[in-house]
């Protein structure tokens, strides 16, 4: 069964950087795309960036211009940069990985999360 564990995560001071990794055991890695996605006490999960199998990536408008998300495909490991951490990042941060190559779905395997605080 395919597994998610992130790391990284933590306290910040606002303008200060995180590299967050999610790490897939349990199935193939390279061929399926992976994303990040967070939830802040309170609001809904919403998405902060995806990459392809092709590594295509995707930046929500919320870390647009802050944020790099890059495979390692070598050590099965997805990893998020976001530099220049506002408060409102704060959130717990989920990995998702597509249950079938580059298609998202209902099915798709997450993680449980880490949490990132942003003190300003």
């Known amino acids: 069964q395919v597994q998610l564990v992130e790391s990284g995560g933590g306290l910040v001071q606002a303008g200060g950087s995180l590299q967050l990794a999610c790490t897939v055991s349990?199935?193939?890695?390279?061929?399926?795309?992976m994303g990040w996605h967070r939830q802040a006490p309170g609001k809904v999960r919403e998405l902060v960036a995806t990459?392809?199998?092709?590594?295509?990536?995707y930046y929500a408008r919320i870390v647009k211009g802050r944020a790099t998300i890059f495979r390692d495909n070598a050590n099965n490991t997805v990893h998020l940069q976001i530099d220049n951490l506002k408060p409102e990042d704060t959130a717990v941060y989920f990995c998702?990985?597509?249950?079938?190559?580059?298609?998202?779905?209902?099915?798709?395997?997450w993680g449980q999360g880490t949490q990132v605080t942003v003190s300003s």
């Open positions: 349990g199935g193939s890695f390279d061929d399926r795309a």
């Open positions: 990459i392809s199998s092709r590594n295509s990536a």
């Open positions: 998702r990985a597509a249950e079938n190559g580059d298609m998202w779905s209902r099915s798709d395997y």
